[in-house]
């Protein structure tokens, strides 16, 4: 079955310094990639998907994740956090091409950012 | 910007009752979808609708789960007989298409059964 890794469930970091929140996933084939974020009573928010062009995919409010496959990984990073990025943040995989696009998400990263 | 609407934000009710979570989806998007998120646990999927059918269930989505698009704007999502454990977070999410496409998410409606 295909399911989704997010190694730490929090992540605290330091305004402007780097952040690198992790995900892995498990598939018999390249599946389709997404992260989500979801601040503090609101829906979920995409950041970013990977849907097999570019490996390095850029997203919104900075953030950007590489597709590795010989990893399994779908790593979120962003060079210089900012106050505004704390939030909870999914990593969800559509595993299934052509499907009718059911995501399989991760236990959620919180992170959270000190002055 | 379009947005996913859903009511109400939190449906506090009895063990047994019924409840109806509504949605309404981005008006071009075809695909619909429910997902749940119990206090501290993952978001789950529950079901996909497309052309007026499910076109898949997860396991939880039972006999008790049912949904509908009564109109060409609402979505929703009816619990026959509500059990304590089916007290959560309920998202509601539209795409424009299905497969690879991006999920639009509403902000959510608390369940809370008691």
């Known amino acids: 079955a295909q399911s989704v890794t997010q190694l730490d469930s929090q992540v605290p970091v330091f305004e402007e310094a780097p952040v690198e929140l992790r995900c892995n996933y498990s598939?018999?084939?390249?599946?389709?990639l997404f992260w989500y974020v979801q601040y503090p009573n609101q829906g979920l928010q995409l950041l970013l998907k990977?849907?097999?062009?570019?490996?390095l995919v850029k997203g919104i409010n900075g953030f950007e994740a590489e597709f590795k496959k010989s990893e399994t990984s779908f790593h979120l990073t962003k060079p210089s956090a900012h106050m505004s990025d704390a939030a909870e943040y999914f990593c969800?995989?559509?595993?299934?091409?052509?499907?009718?696009?059911?995501?399989?998400f991760g236990q959620g990263t919180i992170l959270t950012v000190h002055p | 910007e379009p947005e996913v609407t859903q009511t109400p934000s939190h449906q506090v009710t009895q063990m047994g009752q019924e409840v109806i979570l509504r949605c309404v989806p981005i008006?071009?998007?075809?695909?619909f979808y429910w997902y749940r998120q119990i206090l501290g646990q993952k978001v789950e999927f529950l079901v996909s609708?497309?052309?007026?059918?499910?076109?898949?269930k997860s396991e939880i989505f039972d006999d008790q789960f049912s949904v509908e698009r009564p109109d060409g704007s609402n979505f929703t999502l009816k619990i026959r007989s509500t059990k304590l454990e089916d007290s959560a977070m309920y998202f509601c999410a539209s795409s424009e298409v299905g497969g690879e496409d991006t999920q639009y998410f509403g902000p959510g409606t608390r369940l809370t059964v008691l």
């Open positions: 598939s018999s084939v390249p599946p389709y």
């Open positions: 008006s071009n998007h075809l695909y």
């Open positions: 609708f497309y052309n007026n059918e499910i076109s898949e």
């Open positions: 990977y849907t097999s062009a570019a490996t």
């Open positions: 969800a995989v559509n595993p299934l091409r052509g499907s009718y696009g059911k995501l399989t």
